[in-house]
């Protein structure tokens, strides 16, 4: 069964510390993984990760894949209490999504 | 209107009733997607479609049914809701084959069956 898992479940920081988000996947026919971040309603797009090693950057968010070990990391520098939501992990296979449950980050001012 | 349009946003339903949440996209995307979602469990997929026309089961697809009569509109029924079905469902949208940078997501409708 193709499953996504995701560590921690939960996380509280204060503003200004760096956060490191795991995301473990098993994915029949893997294409790609996806990350989203989640407030209020709709999951809205992060990072979509195709090749190994290759890290992602936007802004203070930055993501890599691993595809030899089937992970991958999400990590928010300089913490601001905006960056609070769920943050999501998926994997492609066919056409289709595989959702971990989420991390929820909590940042304190 | 640009993206997926969801409704309603939320509904109180008794439980047996049957009840229908709509979806509709003006991107022009072939693939769309129904997922509920549920504290502790992520998102999991209820019913999918590829194209127009065709239509196919996810996850968790007992319970719901689902059709694709034209591009834009995907429709998804409770033929007779039960208090499991309480959730939060976003219908999503992506073009041909998932290549598209990552999938447009409805903004979603809170259900509570009571």
């Known amino acids: 069964e193709d499953k996504v898992v995701q560590s921690p479940l939960s996380l509280v920081v204060h503003e200004g510390d760096t956060v490191t988000l795991n995301c473990s996947y098993e994915v029949t026919n893997f294409r790609s993984l996806l990350w989203y971040k989640q407030e209020k309603k709709a999951p809205t797009f992060l990072f979509m990760l195709t090749s190994s090693g290759i890290e992602k950057k936007s802004g203070r968010l930055s993501s890599i894949l691993d595809k030899k070990e089937l992970f991958s990391i999400l990590n928010i520098t300089a913490t601001q209490t905006g960056d609070s939501a769920v943050y999501l992990c998926a994997g492609i296979y066919g056409n289709k999504l595989v959702f971990g449950a989420g991390t929820i980050l909590r940042v304190k001012s | 209107i640009a993206g997926i349009t969801q409704a309603p946003t939320s509904q109180i339903l008794a439980a047996g009733r049957r009840m229908t949440l709509r979806c509709t996209q003006d991107m022009r995307h072939n693939a769309m997607y129904w997922y509920r979602q549920d504290l502790g469990l992520g998102l999991r997929l209820i019913h999918y479609s590829n194209t127009a026309g065709t239509t196919g089961k996810g996850e968790v697809p007992d319970g719901y049914s689902v059709s694709r009569a034209n591009t834009d509109d995907f429709p998804l029924t409770l033929a007779s809701a039960v208090p499991s079905q309480t959730s939060v469902y976003f219908c999503?949208?992506?073009?041909?084959?998932?290549?598209?940078?990552?999938?447009?997501f409805g903004s979603g409708t809170r259900l509570t069956v009571v």
């Open positions: 999503a949208s992506s073009a041909t084959g998932g290549a598209s940078y990552g999938y447009t």
